[in-house]
Structure formats: C-alpha cells, structure tokens
C-alpha cells in the first residue's frame, strides 16, 4: 500500500467523523405513537358519525312510527264503531230470529190444530157417509117409514123434529168445522205474511249487517299493513339502537386504547426526560440580547409584531406548553424564523411522530426548552447557540390541527413551545417578556 493512498484513506475517515459528529438522524426506531392515536380517532370519529347518522335515521324512523301509530288510532276507532254497528245489526238480528220463532211457534200450533179439526171433519163426514149409506141400502122410503110407524101424531111430530135436528146438526157441525179450518187457514197465512215480513226484515239486517262487517274486514286490512309496516320500522329501530350502542361500545374501546396509547407516550416522553440534567432550575445569559428578555432570563421565540397565542397551557386537555401563530391565514405563520429563547447546547434536534421536526436546547441548571412542528431545523445535536439565533423554521410536521391537505398545504403551521425544569414540562408563560 503507498504512503499517498494511507493518507487519502486516513483524510476520508476524518471527514466521515466529523460529519457523523454534526449531524443528527431521526430514530428510525421510534413508536410512531401518533399515528395510533390519530388511527383510532379516526375511527372514533368514524364511528361518531356513523352514530349521529343512525340517530338521524331513528328519529325519521320514529316520526314514521308515529304517523302509522295516528293512522292506526284512526282504524282502530272506525273499527270500534263498526264493531259497535255490528253489535246493534247482531241484536235486531237476534230480536228477528226470536220473532220469526215465535211465529213459527204459532204457526206451528195453528197447523197442529188444523190436523185435528181436518181430523173430526174425516170423522164426521165418515159418520154422514155411514148414515147415508145405510139410507141408501134401507131405500127413499126409510125415512117416511121412520115416520108413517108412528103410532100417533105426536110419535110423528117428535120422529120429525130428531130427524130434523140430526140433520141441523150434521150440518152445522161441519159448517163449524169448516169455519174452524178457514179461520186457522187465515190464521196462518197472517202468520206466514208476519213471518215473512220478519224474515225480509232480518234479510236486510243481515245485508246491512254484511256491508258493515265488509267495511270492517277493509278497515282491519289496511290496518294489519299499516301494523306490519310499524312493526317493521320498530324492528328498523331496534336494529339502529343496537348498532347505536356498538358503535358506543366501539368508541369506548377506541378512547380507552388511546388512553392506553397516551400512557405509552408519557412514558416515552418520560424516558425521553430521564437524560436530562437537574439543577437550579434558573439560567443566566451571558450578555445584552437585541430582543426584550425576561426576568428569568429567556425571549420570545418568535420575533413578529404580530404573534399571538392560538392555544395556551392548557389551553386543551393534555396540552402542556404554547402554541404560537401569526395573525392571519397559516400560510403567513408557515416558514416563520424560531429563535433560541436562551443560550445553551441542543439537546436533540429530530423528527418525532408527534411533535414533527422538534429541537430541545439545554439551557444550564435543569431547563430545557422544546420548539415543535417546525417545518426544517438548523441546528443538530451538540451545537451551542446564542439567544435569538435562527435555530429552525414554523411548519406544520408531526401532530397538528387541522392536517395539510394538498389544496392547503400550510394547514396547522405553529409553534409549539415548551419550558422542562428538571425533567418536567412547567408552563412557558412566566418565562417569557
């Protein structure tokens, strides 16, 4: 091997040492814990909005159902007084029939009674037919026999009268005979007219009767479609209720996964601490700053007339530091100058999946300050900087609100700025002019 190409190999080692020392390379091992919780929130409100659309849909439901259920009351009324119609037609149907029986009864009887009379006419007449007959075989004479043998007058007027009287009363025994059957003849074709009208009474009940039950089985009919179409839209309901409350359950998994999550990243936050130094927790500058300073010793980060505070400590549950904006639309805070709020060396300078492009610069007796979402860095790991240097640029990296989007790219831009003091997060506020 020569001694020139020793040298070369020798000046390249150098250079590669000293480019590794200067610049710093984001962990390409780290839990992009972030992004989880952005997935699930996703989902979350993926859910939600499924949810507020299924409750939309069951309150549209549910106004349906109502309107069914007034048509249905609707039905259920007419129902009712046809029910009560058919009521009445039943009884007058009823009183009818007991009429018609009773006419039957009576004409029943009537009949009966006739036979008997048609009876004693029979009997009568054979009776006649007998006498007669016996008339006949004795001869014309007979009857003057029955007289002329008479031994006296008297024998002979009172033969006469019994003659006479047999005959009166063979013939008025038929005649009342007769009368009787023409009577209950009469009789029954009275009963059989009052029958008769009874029964074209009951025929019209009837009808009447039919029409409204006809009427009824119509009304019962649209109301079983109307029922069939409510018991549907119930049964929709209950669907959505139950796919409601998944959606809840769902939710809550969701919510208690990302607390889980935000546990992690505490903890990882917490390691992430764990390296860094304690100490008095005040700092002290080595000379005049060009930029107002505060009596514990740091400047605002960000160097514009108009800046202003878009979410302080606390400003939202969890958020533990200051985010700085400029007025305006976000395009105008997106590649605004970060400053070093002191002087100190920087503790790291890396991508994290949450706070994006993020510096952390070691001010001296445990303070430390964080400057997140930045949309490039200027400095690396190790560097010293003096208060007010540009150390990055506002962006939009990591975990902002809203998120860019091509139409807008500059979405979310701000400054997310922290104060540690012996490895935990204080509120920013009292430090700064």
Sequence with gaps: MSKRFLQRAVSVFVICAVCISTVSFPASAERDFQAEIDALEEKIEAANSKKEASEQSVSEL???????????????????????????????????????????????????????????????????????????????????????????????????????????????LVADLQADIDDLNATKEKLDADKQAVAEKQA????????????????????????????????????????????????????????????????????QSAGMENGSGSISNSGPS??????????????????????GWYGYPGHKGIDFTTAGATGNTYGKEIRAAADGVVYSAEMHSSWGYNVYINHGNGVYTRYAHCSKMLVSKGQTVKQGQVIAYVGNTGNVRPKPTASNPHAGAHLHFEVWVNGTRVNPAPWLP
């Design 62 to 172: 549910k106004e349906q159902i109502s309107l069914l259920q007034e048509q249905m009351d609707v039905y259920n009324d007419k129902i009712t007084q046809l029910n009560s119609q058919i009521a009445e037609k039943d009884a007058l149907i009823a009183q009818y029939q007991r009429e018609a029986d009773s006419l039957q009864a009576e004409i029943d009887a009537a009949e009966a009674k006739q036979a008997e009379l048609e009876q004693e006419i029979s009997a009568t007449y054979d009776v006649l037919s007998e006498r007669l007959r016996a008339a006949y075989m004795a001869g014309e004479t007979s009857t003057l026999e029955i007289l002329l043998s008479a031994k006296d007058f008297e024998t002979f007027l009172t033969r006469l009268e019994l003659i006479k009287r047999i005959s009166d009363h063979d013939t008025a």
């Design 204 to 271: 019209a009940v009837q009808s009447e009767r039919d029409s409204v039950a006809a009427d009824r089985a119509e009304q019962k009919a649209a109301l079983n479609t109307i029922a069939s179409k409510q018991s549907s839209l119930e049964q929709k309901v209950k669907n959505l209720n139950n796919y409601i409350y998944q959606l809840d359950e769902n939710s809550a998994e969701y919510k208690n996964e990302i607390a889980r999550i935000e546990r992690e990243k505490e903890e990882y936050d917490r390691k």
């Design 290 to 311: 060009d930029y107002p300073v505060s009596s514990k010793g740091m400047i605002r980060p960000l160097q514009y007339p108009n800046v202003v505070i878009s979410a």
